[in-house]
């Protein structure tokens, strides 16, 4: 992995952070290069085998964020980003960055919830979640709230720029890999 590689993917992560902290989206202007740039560089550097990791790793980062689009809502951006770091970083080097990243945004994401006095709301809220997924997957029953529960709040002030999330995920990623 080149020094050139690493500064694509942190500067753009960085590039991708700030815009989303400001206008709170990632653009496909932005991401599609990105994910061009990373599957033409590794198919000239590192021939078939490569461009193929890279298409690889560039699905298995984008495809969590994905589904969360698909069942949460929100902007695609961020799925574009990771699958754009996939492909620039390969497989083992963007998997160890995909850890980092969702570490990254659990603690972005907890440390919102305590801002926003809502950390049992969260907390709560994410174990009902994965309860849910795992009575689906055992009974392929789903969970049905009472009325009374279905007072939440909703969760809109809980937002994050996970731009943030990625770009921090990056560099600690970056960190992991440069130390190992």
């Not at 993917?9 to 709170?24: E, F, P």
């Not at 907390?123 to 849910?132: A, C, I, N």
Request: hydrophobic fraction near 55%; glycine fraction near 14%; proline fraction near 3%.
């Amino acid at each position: 992995m080149t020094v050139l590689q690493w500064g694509v993917v942190i500067g753009a992560s960085l590039l991708a952070a700030v815009g989303d902290l400001c206008v709170r989206r990632i653009p496909n202007a932005f991401t599609f290069p990105l994910l061009i740039g990373g599957l033409i560089w590794s198919a000239w550097f590192g021939g078939l085998a490569s461009f193929a990791e890279a298409a690889g790793a560039c699905v298995l980062l984008a495809l969590p964020y994905i589904i969360l689009f698909i069942f949460v809502g929100g902007g695609a951006g961020d799925a574009k980003l990771m699958g754009a770091i996939g492909a620039w970083l390969g497989l083992r080097q963007g998997l160890t960055v995909f850890a980092c990243v969702a570490i990254a945004g659990g603690i972005l994401a907890i440390a919102k919830a305590i801002a926003k006095k809502r950390l049992k709301f969260v907390l709560t809220s994410v174990f009902v979640s994965f309860y849910g997924l795992i009575l689906y997957l055992v009974t392929h029953r789903t969970m049905k709230l009472a009325d009374e529960q279905t007072d939440i709040k909703p969760s809109g002030d809980l937002d994050i720029p996970y731009g943030v999330a990625i770009f921090a995920g990056v560099c600690a990623g970056g960190g992991v890999i440069w130390l190992s």
